[in-house]
């Protein structure tokens, strides 16, 4: 029986929506990390004092996840060092600094696409992955064995502030569905729906007017509910089919692509050029000038804020992302990666102290997968795996709907992320 998914309603704060954006100038200096995507750290393939080009491979892919990573700007390796992942872990990262000149490595050229291999192994080299965030490897996804007969292009973006992906709807139209019809017709895939939250009407009449004659590429229009740009909330929605618990998306026979990377495979495809830079929403409470800047691979997010006319003492805390799923930097200086689509400054709110839950279901209401979050919480405290297993706490995608509800300030996203960790893998 399939259950009828919740969700919650939060403000749009969608100002940047209308805002044409805004091209960063060269930095002086960029800071790549070798880890931006799921999967292993790329291995770094160059040396201090190198002479490096836009575009050129800095470092290999290093596993089945893992990517490859370009430089963003052309001049000389300056260092070579390590920067702290929000999981504890450290990874390498080559800062370059820039000549200024932007010139273009010698072996950038339009990749030659044959069949679905092909286009597979190019986005691989593209160094492309999930745009929204996520950071999933998009050629695996593109990899798989399944029958696909529906792609699912997420255009949802239904956090606040963020409006990255809208953006690139309403300036690059031809870009998007051009890349759709590369997925297409290498996959052959023979539908595509753009799934799009009912809040960016002038993203909806673009692409509506291109694909005004098109029978394959349809526009499905969502209601206004986080988080319902989560792939298993999204893949239901659009087709009532449901991904259960250790099932992938292709399973069911859908694939989920991120808009901006159906629109970055287009011009990979064309130019060659890899992905060095992505457009990022610059917003929060302590910013006086919000936009959308087109940013360079590695930059600093203080370079933006800058831009932005960003009041620093003011500011409490970066969130790289969306204020529900985004992730707390220590510093403005965190380098921007491939999965930054936006950066916020906001100031200091009022703490308001846990209370006992008072059993008012909020949570269970809000949860989109209708998990039960409090007798989640119980069983984590009892480290009570089998009742972890039972209450299907693997399906939490940490949207912190429940949290976000909650009116005892209880900490419930937090600890489903928790309980998912004490459960044996395999």
């Given at each position: 029986m399939i259950r009828k998914l919740g969700g919650i309603r939060l403000p749009h704060l969608k100002g940047t929506q209308i805002s044409e954006t805004i091209i960063q100038n060269t930095p002086k200096k960029v800071m790549i990390p070798m880890s931006m995507s799921m999967g292993s750290e790329a291995e770094i393939a160059i040396n201090i004092g190198d002479t490096v080009f836009v575009g050129q491979k800095i470092a290999q892919s290093s596993g089945a996840l893992s990517l490859p990573i370009h430089s963003s700007v052309s001049g000389k390796v300056s260092a070579i060092g390590e920067m702290r992942l929000i999981n504890g872990a450290k990874c390498k990262t080559v800062e370059i600094e820039s000549d200024g000149e932007q010139t273009l490595s010698a072996d950038i050229k339009?990749?030659?696409?044959?069949?679905?291999?092909?286009?597979?192994?190019?986005?691989?080299?593209?160094?492309?992955?999930?745009?929204?965030?996520?950071?999933?490897?998009?050629?695996?996804?593109?990899?798989?064995?399944?029958?696909?007969?529906?792609?699912?292009?997420?255009?949802?973006?239904?956090?606040?502030?963020?409006?990255?992906?809208?953006?690139?709807?309403?300036?690059?139209?031809?870009?998007?569905?051009?890349?759709?019809?590369?997925?297409?017709?290498?996959?052959?895939?023979?539908?595509?729906?753009?799934?799009?939250?009912?809040?960016?009407?002038?993203?909806?009449?673009?692409?509506?007017?291109?694909?005004?004659?098109s029978s394959d590429i349809s526009v499905f229009v969502l209601p206004e509910s986080y988080p319902q740009g989560a792939e298993k909330v999204i893949i239901h929605t659009v087709t009532k089919r449901v991904v259960k618990v250790g099932m992938l998306p292709s399973d069911v026979g859908v694939i989920v692509i991120n808009v901006s990377t159906a629109s970055q495979i287009k011009r990979y495809c064309d130019t060659g050029i890899p992905l060095i830079k992505r457009r990022v929403t610059v917003e929060g409470d302590c910013v006086s000038k919000p936009c959308n800047i087109m940013a360079y691979i590695g930059t600093s997010a203080r370079e933006l804020f800058e831009l932005a006319d960003t009041n620093f003492s003011k500011v409490n805390r970066v969130i790289f992302g969306g204020p529900m799923m985004g992730i707390s930097k220590m510093s403005?200086?965190?380098?921007?990666?491939?999965?930054?689509?936006?950066?916020?400054?906001?100031?200091?709110?009022?703490?308001?102290?846990?209370?006992?839950?008072?059993?008012?279901?909020?949570?269970?209401?809000?949860?989109?997968?209708?998990?039960?979050?409090?007798?989640?919480?119980?069983?984590?405290?009892?480290?009570?795996?089998?009742?972890?297993?039972?209450?299907?706490?693997?399906?939490?995608?940490?949207?912190?709907?429940?949290?976000?509800?909650?009116?005892?300030?209880?900490?419930?996203?937090?600890?489903?992320?928790?309980?998912?960790?004490i459960i044996p893998k395999g």
């Amino acid at each position: 029986m399939i259950r009828k998914l919740g969700g919650i309603r939060l403000p749009h704060l969608k100002g940047t929506q209308i805002s044409e954006t805004i091209i960063q100038n060269t930095p002086k200096k960029v800071m790549i990390p070798m880890s931006m995507s799921m999967g292993s750290e790329a291995e770094i393939a160059i040396n201090i004092g190198d002479t490096v080009f836009v575009g050129q491979k800095i470092a290999q892919s290093s596993g089945a996840l893992s990517l490859p990573i370009h430089s963003s700007v052309s001049g000389k390796v300056s260092a070579i060092g390590e920067m702290r992942l929000i999981n504890g872990a450290k990874c390498k990262t080559v800062e370059i600094e820039s000549d200024g000149e932007q010139t273009l490595s010698a072996d950038i050229k339009p990749p030659q696409i044959t069949d679905k291999d092909s286009f597979i192994d190019a986005v691989k080299e593209s160094g492309i992955c999930g745009l929204g965030g996520a950071g999933f490897p998009t050629y695996i996804k593109l990899s798989t064995k399944s029958d696909i007969d529906t792609l699912i292009i997420n255009a949802a973006e239904c956090e606040p502030y963020i409006t990255s992906d809208c953006r690139e709807i309403i300036e690059h139209t031809d870009d998007v569905t051009d890349g759709i019809r590369l997925i297409m017709k290498w996959l052959d895939i023979k539908k595509a729906i753009i799934a799009i939250e009912a809040n960016k009407p002038e993203a909806i009449e673009a692409l509506n007017q291109n694909l005004e004659n098109s029978s394959d590429i349809s526009v499905f229009v969502l209601p206004e509910s986080y988080p319902q740009g989560a792939e298993k909330v999204i893949i239901h929605t659009v087709t009532k089919r449901v991904v259960k618990v250790g099932m992938l998306p292709s399973d069911v026979g859908v694939i989920v692509i991120n808009v901006s990377t159906a629109s970055q495979i287009k011009r990979y495809c064309d130019t060659g050029i890899p992905l060095i830079k992505r457009r990022v929403t610059v917003e929060g409470d302590c910013v006086s000038k919000p936009c959308n800047i087109m940013a360079y691979i590695g930059t600093s997010a203080r370079e933006l804020f800058e831009l932005a006319d960003t009041n620093f003492s003011k500011v409490n805390r970066v969130i790289f992302g969306g204020p529900m799923m985004g992730i707390s930097k220590m510093s403005a200086d965190a380098p921007i990666t491939k999965t930054t689509n936006a950066i916020l400054a906001l100031a200091k709110k009022e703490y308001k102290p846990q209370t006992a839950c008072i059993r008012c279901a909020r949570c269970i209401n809000a949860c989109p997968l209708k998990l039960m979050p409090t007798e989640i919480e119980k069983a984590y405290n009892a480290r009570d795996i089998d009742r972890l297993k039972k209450l299907d706490v693997m399906l939490c995608m940490n949207c912190a709907s429940c949290s976000y509800v909650c009116p005892a300030n209880r900490n419930l996203a937090e600890t489903n992320q928790l309980a998912k960790s004490i459960i044996p893998k395999g």
